[in-house]
């Protein structure tokens, strides 16, 4: 019923993914997060508790059913919904005929960050290349960066995203 890659779009998740063991295949899984820039989600509610409050909101609402969710979502190209948190989400049309709800943090949302793809992919590769890393360089950054097929950044002040997710997981890993 769901479309929601959480890679994309929901920190916890990211969070328990770093925590697997990994190989090189991390890579292609880096792959699903694109190349734009998105809304990532912070805050602790789980996949399941995010769309089992959306199902619940649908329902209320008689828009629950595929056909009936299909001809709302098309007046307007997307609707927006507030969960228990004060997150907002963006409702779209899934591409599949099974998951034909498509959910993402809405933009600038309470309990969410505005991202690009490229600091998620770094940090996670990041994260997972390094561990233990108790501070991170431009270098080392680059070096991570061309093994998945990222540009070099020219120094990390310009690039204090990066950074500032990388603090972001490393404090909320710990916290779990």
Known sequence: MFLFNTLKHHLPSIIQYLRQPHNNFYINDLLCIGNS???????????L??????????AKANKLDKNTYTDWIKQN?????????RSEWILLLGNTADKYIHIHPARYSPCSIRVKASTIKTVMALTIE????EAINTSEINDL????????????EESSNIKNLYLLIKKRSIAI
């Not at 390094?130 to 890393?133: E, G, K």
């Open 49 to 58: 508790d995010i769309t089992q409050e959306i199902k619940l909101h649908l």
């Open 130 to 133: 390094m561990p233990n890393l």
């Open 77 to 85: 190209g997307f609707a927006k919904i507030q969960l228990s948190d």
């Open 145 to 156: 960066r061309k093994k998945i097929k990222l540009s070099p950044i020219k120094n990390l």
């Open 37 to 47: 820039q998105m809304d990532l989600y912070t805050g602790n509610l789980t996949t």
